[in-house]
C-alpha cells in the first residue's frame, strides 16, 4: 500500500511563496502519477497538479498554472509542489494524492492533508 504524508503548510502573506513536500512509500509503481489536490471551505475538491511516476510528466489544473511547479525527488521518495504568488484563494487544505491518470482520478490513495493560509 502506497503511503502519502504531507509537509510544509502554513501562514503566508498574499504574494508569497510556499513548498508543500509529500514523502512517498510504497509500491508506487502501482499508480500512473502523484501529485496534489486542495479543498477550501464550502468548495469541492480542486485538482491542483501532478506528475508521472514513470517519465515525471507534469500536468497542471487551471488554478496552478504559471503560479505552481510540482516535481519530485527520486532519491528522498518524496514530491514537492512550489507555490509563488500566493493568492487568498489558494487557501485550502492541500492533499498529496496517488492515482491512475495525470489528473490522478480514480484517486487510489491519499495523504492525511496539510493546511494552507494566505492572509496579511
Known amino acids: 500500500q502506497v503511503q502519502l504524508v504531507e509537509s510544509g503548510g502554513g501562514l503566508v502573506q498574499p504574494g508569497g511563496s510556499l513548498r508543500l513536500s509529500c514523502a512517498v512509500s510504497?509500491?508506487?509503481?502501482?499508480?500512473?502519477?502523484l501529485g496534489w489536490f486542495r479543498q477550501a471551505p464550502g468548495k469541492e475538491r480542486e485538482f491542483v497538479a501532478s506528475i508521472s511516476v514513470l517519465a515525471g510528466i507534469t500536468y497542471y489544473g487551471d488554478s496552478a498554472k504559471g503560479r505552481f511547479s510540482i516535481s519530485r525527488d527520486n532519491a528522498k521518495n518524496t514530491v514537492y509542489l512550489q507555490m509563488d504568488s500566493l493568492k487568498p484563494d489558494d487557501a485550502a487544505v492541500y492533499y498529496c494524492?496517488?492515482?491512475?491518470?495525470?489528473?490522478?482520478?480514480?484517486?487510489?490513495?491519499w495523504g492525511q492533508g496539510t493546511q494552507v493560509t494566505v492572509s496579511s
Open positions: 494524492a496517488a492515482g491512475y491518470s495525470s489528473t490522478l482520478t480514480p484517486t487510489r490513495y
Open positions: 510504497g509500491p508506487i509503481l502501482s499508480v500512473e502519477a
